[in-house]
């Protein structure tokens, strides 16, 4: 089933310095274009183009994008442009007995380790390969628990910053390379991402310095930092992170990891051509989704491509300490995909929605947005006719007020029904109806996703199959009107959900009806077969989520 919770990152408060670096002096800017450019970008290093020298990938540095990956030459989808065995990694705390801490494989037998009792492996050659690490980290990884719950600081986060202490210093050391080997990017590059620690709240930097201050006094001094040090690391790990998934479809990261590769060089876009995964081992991999033409850049999207675009880049702002430039974020708002994101269709031609300009990056800093800010009118995209602005927010406060009605329902009362009957609120689409939410407007995506779980939950699976597959046929017009990925694993999740609600329709029919039984699996069998199209793009041939699909298909063929 897919996970209908939202995991929000905390806000905040990034201080003048963001909000100075983010505002464009418009005099001072012309003033500086007249003078002769002598600032110089500083070189790559050599071993960063080594590293993904098999690949089809050109390493840039320019003052312009900074640094950044570019096609090498014309790529088709489904292309491997880098694969990188992290710094350092670790498995989630929910998932710490689960997953093997070395090849992340899901555990069928344990072994714990007996001293510190946090660290699991599936097998004595696991075990054996992590030994150099873990003799230098099992004291202070038994004491992250207890010093994140003292200091309110998360111990994944605690326990990361400790391994990868314990690999700078055995970067020190010489060590066997075995030959075909990904060996992990080595600690230096680390030190080469962008920690935000400036931007970082003080509060945060506060309760950091106490539980590395506690941590420190674990540690055996050979992998010991300064505590200013092991501050700035953990900045950078917030800033620079990426998460492991699954092998089984939970949808949901199991591990975290430093991969410096792929956070120095594959940057962010809101309408993205590449997609990283998760791999066996702590390794992370960039594919192409799309076709890429020669010297495009490679872009992946940190965040959900679904927001409209002031969500879109408040999260970015408050999370990544960047304002979105790409180039749909700097594309004419009535002319993107995003007016629909958070439109309200035009009472008089019915075509299109009235445009809510999006805000500025000193009003998104300030948590205010355009959509309450603008006193006047709101103007229709295609016949420009207005509205005042206070019909446009109607609309869109009702379904904000619906959908947290809803999911109070569910996550506070368990009530499954009443939670459906608010969200249907939102997802009943008029065909446009004047004054209306759009068909592609955000609530109603948000909304569809827990209202097709609340319907399984209620045991109405037809129901729940119809709205998945509205679910489906919403992200594949966004593909359609905004030109977004037609590919990703988001959607092949729901093709791989709506294949599982329809087995599970025909499992109930069996015995009964012969015909209609046959009529499910069939559909159910062409529901897989779209999943692993995709899957087959965005994680590759040889990835268990792929090979998980191959196996549901096998499955249902030999019940035809």
Avoid at 175 to 189: A, F
Avoid at 203 to 226: C, G, H, N
Avoid at 390 to 405: H, S
Wanted: proline share 4%; aromatic share 6%; with cysteine.
């Amino acid at each position: 089933m897919v996970n209908t919770e939202t995991y929000k990152i905390n806000p905040v408060d990034l201080g003048e310095k963001l909000d100075q670096s983010c505002n464009i002096d418009i005099k001072k800017k012309k003033k500086k274009s007249n003078k002769k450019k002598t600032a110089t970008v500083t070189p790559l290093p050599p071993y960063y183009e080594q590293a993904l020298a098999a690949y089809p990938v050109k390493l840039n540095n320019s003052k312009a994008k900074g640094r950044h990956a570019v096609a090498q030459t014309n790529l088709q989808e489904g292309i491997t442009l880098c694969q990188e065995q992290a710094t350092a990694f670790v498995v989630r705390l929910e998932y710490l007995d689960q997953q093997c801490h070395v090849c992340l494989s899901d555990l069928k037998q344990k072994m714990m380790c007996s001293d510190c009792k946090k660290v699991f492996y599936c097998s004595q050659d696991c075990l054996e390969k992590d030994n150099d690490l873990h003799v230098l980290v099992c004291g202070p990884i038994a004491q992250t628990e207890a010093i994140g719950q003292a200091t309110d600081v998360d111990a994944d986060l605690l326990r990361l910053m400790t391994i990868l202490m314990a690999r700078k210093y055995l970067d020190t050391q010489k060590q066997d390379n075995k030959e075909g080997v990904i060996q992990p990017t080595p600690y230096w590059c680390v030190e080469d991402l962008i920690s935000h620690r400036d931007n970082a709240e003080p509060a945060f930097i506060k309760v950091l310095t106490e539980a590395s201050q506690r941590l420190l006094m674990e540690m055996p001094k050979t992998i010991q930092f300064s505590v200013d040090e092991m501050v700035t690391l953990a900045c950078r790990i917030n800033s620079n992170a990426h998460g492991l998934g699954d092998n089984q479809s939970r949808n949901t990261d199991v591990a975290l990891g430093l991969f410096p590769l792929g956070a120095l060089f594959f940057n962010h876009g809101c309408n993205p051509n590449t997609a990283f995964i998760g791999l066996s081992n702590g390794q992370l991999a960039f594919r192409t989704i799309r076709p890429v033409s020669k010297d495009e850049e490679l872009i992946v999207s940190y965040i959900d491509i679904y927001s409209d675009r002031d969500e879109r880049r408040q999260e970015l702002l408050l999370s990544k300490h960047f304002w979105c430039k790409c180039k749909r974020c700097t594309s004419p708002i009535e002319k993107s995909v995003d007016r629909f994101l958070q439109g309200v269709v035009c009472t008089q031609c019915k075509d299109d929605v009235y445009v809510v300009p999006a805000t500025s990056v000193e009003h998104l800093l300030k948590g205010d947005r355009n959509l309450y800010l603008e006193q006047g009118s709101f103007k229709c995209a295609k016949c420009e006719s207005e509205i005042p602005c206070d019909q446009v927010r109607g609309p869109l406060e009702n379904a904000n007020k619906a959908y947290m009605l809803g999911m109070s329902a569910i996550r506070q009362e368990r009530n499954y029904r009443r939670g459906a009957e608010k969200l249907e609120q939102i997802t009943k689409c008029n065909n446009n109806r004047g004054g209306d939410l759009h068909a592609l407007n955000a609530f109603r995506l948000n909304s569809l996703i827990p209202l097709m779980n609340c319907k399984r939950h209620n045991s109405d699976l037809k129901g729940a199959i119809e709205v998945n597959k509205s679910i489906i046929a919403m992200m594949e017009q966004y593909a359609i009107e905004g030109t977004l990925p037609a590919n990703s694993s988001e959607i092949s999740d729901f093709w791989q959900n709506l294949g599982e609600l329809i087995s599970a329709m025909a499992n109930q029919t069996k015995g009964r009806s012969f015909v209609l039984e046959k009529k499910w699996l069939k559909e159910a069998r062409t529901a897989f077969s779209h999943a692993l199209k995709i899957r087959t793009v965005v994680f590759g041939e040889n990835h268990p989520k792929t090979k998980h699909i191959e196996k549901s298909i096998t499955a249902l063929t030999s019940l035809l």
